[in-house]
């Protein structure tokens, strides 16, 4: 289980500090989808960054089963983030200078996963494995992205705004991927998302506005991604 | 317009290597062109030969140290105008895509000679105010009558605002052959390699290792300037320690300072390259959580093998260059004590080189680690 507690934020100093999150408590059950909405600015991405020990916190504390990881060094974080988690971001941030299969490479090789083909097949690259990111497409790209950070085994699942410069299509098709994943895994998932359409994906969804979350509740019935609206 | 003059100013290798060629080149030739000059004035068979030896010991050093100096000069400005293209890849698009021709943004980069020049004149000027020193060294035995220093305007205008004229043509030309890749690749930054370094099935190499590969293959100039700084570095060095023996103390005081300026400004430039060409690559395995260790073994342990390679190499050249000079320059000079490969200044040297590359090795590592996926994300 992962429980954060008071986290605060501030970026900058003196007059042009901004406080970006004001104290955040959540809790997220392991094996949980989890969707975190709100408006543009409204300081999702930098809480997600911090719960998955890409970033610090000023204050407060991030507990992966009891144990806080604010407290971590450096190094010892690095070993937490190899084991436990894995990312995917609005950008995709390949590299550039490798083809699909080294660039999925990158995730299987910290997990010792040799089998990483088979997911590079069930998002359906199999025939890509030799093509470099510049020759994808946006949706192959995420696709992509997708099992490099599946092929690394995480415990939990990171999404940063997965979709936003996918079209519907493309969008629906990568969200029935993570979907699927975290069913068949049953993968911790927390994305973040400012359309609320997907936020009807999730077991439970946490509303954000202003570094505050404003609102949290439960999804009884989960829709797939061919259900929601967009 | 996409190039100011201030980069044409960061061209910080290319201003002193530049400054480096000029300073050996203008001493030794306005010392040659002045030497000329007496030459019916000298009466002793010894004065003569040394006149000879001497004029000669200036062709082989403006020839040797001059020339490598160029050829380094150049490619650091071909290097740094690709890199600069490869870089701003979307501005250059965008200025092709809304119509203007190749020459005419090609043209602009007629900057990147302002550093030669910069670094010409300073090295020139330096040059010129050690000249009556250099002068006395030169006849510290009292062969020659007294020489004064004579300007040579040929001479300046050679060594500063032909090199200038040059380089900036070399840019031009350059950047005008670069353009010619079409609007989409330039702004997609399409990288020319990624489709060249397809390779056989079979050999599976680790993602660490393929990072090295990757690494190595993506920037080619990078080796140049990795295994260069390691070759002046060892050539250098040692030719100074040995120089102390046969040569004059002010001698190889110059040589030596010459070689660690020349080998710091070009691993410097090659370091921070790779690191720079790098940054998103470390900075996901970063988040991935790949450890410091292993980011950098894979992206700056590649070049370890090259800085030694350089320093062997550097380490021949230096003493077949001695003997050649020691035996055929100095062979009717007396008193010219006999040269042999000094055990001991490699040893120094090397053990100075080593200390000092993973010193800065180490440097550059920290550097690594300093780079926040945050602070990428946010380009
Ligand atoms: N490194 C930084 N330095 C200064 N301010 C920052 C930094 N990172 C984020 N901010 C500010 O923090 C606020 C929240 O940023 P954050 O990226 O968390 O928003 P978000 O909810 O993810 O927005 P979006 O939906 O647009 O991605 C913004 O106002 C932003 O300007
Ligand atoms: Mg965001």
Not at chain 2, 161 to 189: G, N, Q
């Given at each position: 289980?992962?429980s954060?507690?008071?986290?605060?934020?501030t970026?900058?100093?003196?007059?042009g500090?901004?406080e970006?999150?004001?104290g955040?408590?959540?809790?997220?059950?392991?094996g949980?989808?989890?969707?975190?909405?709100?408006?543009?600015?409204?300081g999702?991405s930098?809480l997600?960054?911090?719960i998955?020990c890409?970033?610090r916190?000023?204050?407060?504390?991030?507990?992966?089963?009891g144990?806080d990881i604010?407290?971590?060094t450096?190094?010892?974080?690095?070993a937490?983030?190899r084991t436990?988690?894995?990312?995917?971001?609005?950008?995709?941030?390949?590299?550039?200078?490798m083809?699909?299969?080294?660039n999925v490479?990158?995730?299987?090789?910290?997990?010792?996963?040799d089998?990483?083909?088979?997911?590079?097949?069930?998002?359906g690259?199999g025939?890509?494995?030799e093509?470099?990111?510049?020759?994808?497409?946006?949706?192959?790209?995420?696709?992509?992205a997708?099992?490099?950070?599946?092929?690394?085994?995480?415990?939990v699942l990171?999404l940063?705004e997965p979709?936003?410069?996918?079209?519907?299509?493309?969008?629906?098709?990568?969200l029935d991927?993570?979907?699927?994943?975290?069913?068949?895994?049953?993968?911790?998932?927390?994305m973040v998302?400012h359309?609320?359409n997907?936020a009807?994906m999730?077991?439970?969804?946490?509303m954000?506005?202003?570094g505050?979350?404003?609102q949290?509740?439960?999804?009884?019935?989960?829709?797939?991604?061919?259900e929601i609206?967009? | 317009?996409?190039?100011?003059?201030?980069d044409a100013?960061?061209?910080?290798?290319i201003?002193?290597?530049?400054?480096c060629?000029?300073?050996?080149?203008?001493?030794f030739?306005?010392?040659?062109?002045?030497?000329?000059g007496?030459?019916?004035?000298?009466?002793t068979?010894?004065?003569?030969?040394m006149?000879?030896?001497?004029i000669d010991?200036?062709?082989v050093?403006?020839?040797?140290?001059?020339?490598?100096?160029v050829?380094?000069?150049?490619?650091?400005l071909?290097a740094?105008?690709?890199?600069y293209i490869?870089?701003h890849?979307?501005?250059?698009?965008?200025?092709?895509?809304?119509?203007?021709s190749?020459i005419?943004?090609?043209?602009?980069?007629?900057v990147?000679?302002l550093?030669?020049l910069?670094?010409?004149?300073i090295?020139?000027?330096?040059?010129?105010i050690?000249?009556?020193?250099?002068?006395?060294?030169?006849?510290?035995d009292?062969?020659?009558?007294?020489?004064p220093?004579?300007f040579h305007?040929?001479?300046?205008i050679?060594?500063?605002?032909?090199p200038?004229?040059v380089?900036?043509a070399?840019?031009?030309?350059?950047?005008?052959?670069?353009?010619k890749?079409?609007v989409l690749?330039?702004?997609?930054?399409?990288?020319?390699?990624?489709v060249?370094?397809?390779?056989?099935?079979g050999?599976?190499?680790?993602f660490?290792?393929?990072?090295a590969?990757a690494?190595?293959?993506?920037k080619?100039?990078?080796?140049?300037?990795v295994?260069?700084?390691?070759?002046?570095?060892s050539?250098?060095?040692?030719?100074a320690?040995?120089?102390?023996e046969?040569?004059?103390q002010?001698?190889?005081?110059?040589?030596?300072?010459i070689?660690l300026?020349?080998a710091?400004?070009?691993i410097?430039?090659a370091l921070?390259?790779?690191v720079?060409?790098?940054s998103?690559t470390i900075?996901?395995?970063?988040?991935?959580?790949?450890?410091d260790?292993?980011c950098r073994?894979?992206?700056?342990?590649?070049?370890?093998p090259?800085?030694?390679?350089?320093f062997?190499v550097?380490s021949?050249?230096q003493?077949?260059?001695l003997?050649?000079?020691?035996?055929?320059?100095?062979?009717?000079?007396?008193?010219i004590?006999?040269?042999?490969?000094s055990?001991s200044?490699?040893?120094?040297?090397?053990?100075?080189?080593?200390?000092?590359y993973e010193?800065?090795?180490?440097?550059?590592?920290?550097?690594?680690k300093?780079?926040?996926l945050?602070?990428?994300m946010l380009e």
């Amino acid at each position: 289980m992962i429980s954060v507690k008071g986290i605060t934020k501030t970026y900058g100093s003196g007059e042009g500090a901004v406080e970006v999150l004001k104290g955040i408590n959540l809790e997220v059950d392991d094996g949980s989808f989890v969707v975190i909405l709100g408006a543009s600015g409204s300081g999702k991405s930098t809480l997600l960054n911090i719960i998955s020990c890409l970033e610090r916190p000023d204050g407060g504390s991030v507990c992966y089963d009891g144990e806080d990881i604010t407290k971590f060094t450096d190094s010892r974080l690095t070993a937490f983030r190899r084991t436990n988690i894995g990312f995917i971001f609005q950008q995709y941030y390949l590299l550039p200078n490798m083809t699909v299969e080294k660039n999925v490479r990158m995730g299987a090789d910290l997990a010792h996963n040799d089998d990483y083909g088979k997911i590079i097949e069930a998002v359906g690259l199999g025939d890509k494995l030799e093509k470099y990111p510049a020759e994808l497409s946006g949706g192959e790209q995420q696709r992509v992205a997708i099992a490099r950070a599946i092929a690394k085994r995480p415990r939990v699942l990171f999404l940063d705004e997965p979709t936003g410069a996918l079209d519907e299509n493309t969008g629906r098709q990568v969200l029935d991927y993570i979907a699927n994943i975290h069913k068949t895994q049953s993968l911790t998932t927390i994305m973040v998302t400012h359309n609320s359409n997907i936020a009807r994906m999730a077991d439970r969804v946490i509303m954000m506005n202003s570094g505050r979350i404003v609102q949290t509740y439960n999804v009884d019935c989960p829709q797939s991604a061919y259900e929601i609206g967009w | 317009m996409v190039i100011s003059y201030r980069d044409a100013l960061k061209v910080v290798g290319i201003i002193i290597v530049c400054c480096c060629a000029v300073f050996v080149c203008t001493l030794f030739l306005n010392y040659n062109l002045d030497l000329c000059g007496i030459e019916g004035e000298l009466t002793t068979p010894a004065a003569v030969a040394m006149y000879y030896a001497q004029i000669d010991m200036g062709r082989v050093t403006v020839g040797v140290t001059g020339g490598c100096l160029v050829a380094t000069s150049a490619i650091m400005l071909v290097a740094y105008i690709k890199n600069y293209i490869d870089s701003h890849g979307r501005e250059l698009g965008i200025l092709k895509a809304i119509g203007h021709s190749r020459i005419s943004v090609a043209k602009h980069f007629v900057v990147f000679g302002l550093g030669t020049l910069v670094g010409c004149i300073i090295g020139y000027v330096a040059s010129y105010i050690y000249l009556p020193a250099f002068y006395r060294t030169q006849n510290a035995d009292g062969l020659f009558p007294d020489m004064p220093v004579t300007f040579h305007p040929e001479l300046f205008i050679v060594l500063t605002l032909a090199p200038a004229a040059v380089f900036s043509a070399i840019a031009v030309l350059y950047a005008f052959m670069r353009l010619k890749t079409p609007v989409l690749d330039l702004m997609r930054e399409k990288r020319e390699y990624a489709v060249k370094m397809r390779q056989g099935k079979g050999q599976k190499r680790t993602f660490l290792k393929e990072v090295a590969v990757a690494t190595l293959k993506g920037k080619k100039s990078h080796i140049f300037f990795v295994a260069f700084s390691a070759f002046c570095f060892s050539a250098m060095v040692q030719m100074a320690i040995s120089m102390t023996e046969i040569a004059s103390q002010t001698f190889s005081w110059m040589i030596g300072g010459i070689g660690l300026i020349l080998a710091f400004t070009t691993i410097f430039m090659a370091l921070s390259g790779v690191v720079r060409g790098n940054s998103k690559t470390i900075a996901m395995m970063h988040a991935f959580g790949y450890s410091d260790g292993e980011c950098r073994r894979a992206v700056l342990g590649a070049y370890r093998p090259i800085s030694y390679i350089g320093f062997v190499v550097g380490s021949v050249y230096q003493y077949a260059l001695l003997k050649l000079i020691m035996t055929f320059v100095f062979a009717g000079v007396d008193n010219i004590p006999d040269y042999n490969f000094s055990w001991s200044a490699l040893l120094i040297t090397f053990a100075a080189f080593v200390l000092t590359y993973e010193l800065i090795m180490y440097v550059y590592s920290l550097k690594l680690k300093s780079l926040s996926l945050k602070s990428l994300m946010l380009e």
